[in-house]
């Protein structure tokens, strides 16, 4: 599978550039956190990428719809089981087990709130610190639908970082996509 063939697909079946941004802003979080862990960046990122791919035109069946559709581009099982346990304990009864489902699980709900921190900055991504989101992590009306609970889970099962290191790299790699998730 080629990256033009997941944003074909994830465009076919989700319509909204915000739900596009954040497919974007995930496939690079994966990306940087595959390069950490001597991964493949690639395979990572289109499962980043991909993470939502049923939600825009199935959202009542989101993580049950994508296998289905991830079988249209070739998707492998490993790939189609870390799209469906990224929703563990909301919308699916996935558990991540391997290192890229728990750094999918962990990212998904960071990546909302570093996006929703660079919205309300001037300079939006541009010097962004750790400093900047754990402030707006601690205002319970910010990004009011971000699961902070499931950041702390998820950073928690990955078992070699701690939450301000998950939260740097997240903001190094939603920074080198800046401008092209609407940032």
Wanted: charged letters at 25%.
């Amino acid at each position: 599978m080629t990256r033009d063939d997941a944003m074909g697909l994830l465009r076919k079946y989700n319509d909204n550039e915000h739900l596009i941004n954040h497919g974007k802003a995930v496939e690079a979080v994966m990306r940087e956190f595959a390069s950490l862990k001597g991964e493949d960046p690639e395979y990572w990122g289109l499962v980043g990428l991909l993470h939502d791919v049923d939600y825009g035109m199935f959202p009542d069946q989101h993580c049950k719809k994508a296998p289905e559709l991830l079988k249209e581009i070739g998707a492998d099982d490993d790939f189609i089981r870390a799209v469906v346990c990224h929703g563990y304990g909301l919308c699916s009864d996935v558990k991540p087990e391997k290192y890229m489902e728990k750094v999918l699980y962990t990212i998904d709900e960071l990546t909302g709130l570093v996006y929703a921190t660079a919205l309300v900055r001037p300079e939006h991504m541009a010097g962004m610190t750790v400093k900047s989101v754990k402030k707006k992590w601690s205002s319970p009306t910010f990004a009011a639908g971000v699961n902070r609970d499931i950041i702390i889970e998820g950073t928690a099962t990955l078992g070699d970082m701690e939450l301000p290191e998950v939260i740097q790299h997240t903001i190094d790699a939603m920074s080198k996509v800046a401008t092209d998730i609407g940032l």
